[in-house]
């Protein structure tokens, strides 16, 4: 046994697992493509920077989550926690603005927060994610919705729960504030340490307190909805109306709130019971302001983001398709080994999924290993076959064999498995 072992909070995928997350992630690319969402690829270490002005200084993903380092060079670099930061920043960097006004990109990958490894929590875990650029318009919140419906749709992930809130805007907001500070105010001796500094930087925050203290006191509190300003109700009805319109259903939850700073107006999670207490399967909203906090002009914004750890334990795993091994070439003797060496690569350039036995290895043990790989088909090849100028074909389910000529091998094998 290996001495090295992977660190705390990282997980090895391996082959068993890895047919899901293959169809997780060529069914979303399939699917925001129909949407008309286009790929985006961003580097994992990005300037420590960009995730403080975005995510926001007093959030617990900055002050206790970030993989953040000094290069070689000094400069404070961190291992990115989210993805929607480094895609705005993508987008400003390369003025996707000018050559497209209205982005819609989405990426895959891995993120990275020093969290306590749990049930669902990972120190490296994977996200797909995506977001719309550009429009103010609230019929771009329900698009993205229908998007996510419709992705866990083909997964065919059920007992999902869409819940919406609405955390309003800069103008709103500060009345919201005042209002969470006064009520929050008089519990200020029961709150855990996190919450009482969390009650004079960002209150909201206390909202989203993961301890049972907190979140029995949170109940009351009052909900951000109650003190939209006439644009965000407007808002929030429109993306309400929209949701009926297309027939999906969702739940108002009127202390949700998101984990990062720069959300604004509508707020969402899905939501599954079959997961214990990291229930969250995907979540996002609106963030209006951060492409202006990261430099850019005023522009409108709406993502969200899918845990793929989460959704590979929700996916039945009779409903992926794997790409079987069709055929177990069985060699007995060098002489055969030789002559079917080539048959394997001619099979190969023609994408039908074949390997070959040890020549040297009997046909019990060659028939044992194409079993454990499961194969559809074994060819057998000895010497009384290349005498006799005929292979023998089985097929491992039925356990019928057929002879085939070896001067038709390619052709006749081409026919029967692609």
Known sequence: MSKFTSLRGFKDILPEESDRWLWVESTAHETFNVFGFSHIRTPILENTELFTRSIGEATDIVEKEMYTF??????????????????????????????????????IGPMFRHERPQAGRLRQFHQIGAEIIGDLDPRQDVELLSLLTRFFERMQVTD??????SLGCPACRPTYRAALQSYFEKYLPELCEDCRRRFKTNPLRILDCKKEACKAIARNAPSPIDHLCAECREHFKAVREGLYQLAIPYQIQPHLVRGLDYYTKTAFELTTNKLGAQNAVAAGGRYDGLVEALGGPPTPAIGFAIGVERLVQLIDPALVPTSRLRLFLAPLGKAAGAALFPLLLALRRKNIRSEMGNDAIGLKSQMKRADRLGAAYVLIVGENEMTQGKAILRNMSTKAQEEIPLSTLIETLSAKLS
């Not at 480094?86 to 209205?102: D, F, G, M, Q, T």
């Not at 999902?160 to 809130?165: A, C, D, Q």
Request: proline fraction near 5%; hydrophobic fraction near 35%; glycine fraction near 4%.
């Open 160 to 165: 999902l729960t869409l819940e919406i809130n």
């Open 70 to 107: 000094q290069d070689w060079d000094g400069k404070k670099v961190t291992l990115r926690p989210e993805g929607t930061a480094s895609v705005v920043r993508a987008y400003l960097e390369h003025h996707l603005s000018e050559k497209i006004p209205l982005s819609k990109l989405y990426y």
